[in-house]
């Protein structure tokens, strides 16, 4: 089986696995963290999330982290 990559992903970012931060999207802000099994999280206020999407979000440039 072939490593996980999560932590290096994050890293990319400047984060760690687990560590929440925002995002800026649309105006909107979402906090997030990177997760080992599912990539990346978002809080929808009550639980943590899937949502693929904002991966590849901040991937390309069209979500932003905001750092304090």
Same mark, same amino acid.
């Given at each position: 089986? &072939?490593?996980?990559?999560? /932590?290096?992903? /994050?890293?990319? $970012?400047?984060? !760690?696995? #687990? @560590? @929440?931060? +925002?995002? !800026? $999207?649309?105006?909107?802000?979402?906090?997030?963290? $990177? +997760?080992?099994?599912?990539?990346?999280?978002?809080? +929808? #206020? *009550?639980?943590? !999330?899937? *949502?693929? &999407?904002?991966?590849?979000?901040?991937?390309?440039? !069209?979500?932003?982290?905001?750092?304090?």
């Amino acid at each position: 089986m &072939a490593k996980n990559k999560m /932590a290096e992903v /994050a890293k990319l $970012f400047g984060k !760690r696995l #687990g @560590e @929440e931060f +925002d995002v !800026r $999207f649309n105006g909107k802000l979402k906090c997030l963290q $990177f +997760d080992e099994q599912h990539g990346l999280l978002y809080f +929808d #206020g *009550n639980e943590w !999330r899937k *949502n693929y &999407a904002y991966l590849d979000w901040l991937i390309r440039g !069209r979500a932003v982290i905001v750092d304090d």
